[in-house]
Nanobody, 123 residues
């Protein structure tokens, strides 16, 4: 059974950093595209970043370019989202998702989703 698990969320002040982790049982994550998404209260879920199969490409939402970095650690079968210079507007539940088509996209068309981890940026 596929299980996708996010971790690393928390409460931070503006300008601080967090690193989110995405792990999955039943999958070798390097074989698939992995996406990070977020959903703030009252808003639709939006794509934040994604990484294609075998690190062949990445994408970032304009709102996080230059601040967030997605990366894989294949030895740990984990995908990370390093978030720097956090802003209150980054406050949301962050989700990790797996796309079986291997294609990196910021659309919410992924096949398997985690339960999410809360990120709150507030002074």
């Amino acid at each position: 059974q596929v299980q996708v698990v996010e971790s690393g969320g928390g409460l931070v002040q503006p300008g601080e950093s967090l690193r989110l982790s995405c792990a999955a049982s039943g999958f070798t994550l390097d074989y698939y595209a992995i996406g990070w998404f977020r959903q703030a209260p009252g808003k639709e879920r939006e794509g934040v970043s994604c990484i294609s199969r075998s690190n062949s490409g990445t994408q970032y939402a304009d709102s996080v370019k230059g601040r967030f970095t997605i990366a894989r650690d294949n030895a740990k079968n984990t995908v990370y989202l390093q978030m720097n210079s956090l802003k209150p507007a980054d406050t949301a539940v962050y989700y990790c998702a797996i796309d079986l088509s291997h294609v990196c996209t910021l659309a919410t068309t992924y096949d398997y989703w985690g339960q999410g981890t809360q990120v709150t940026v507030s002074s």
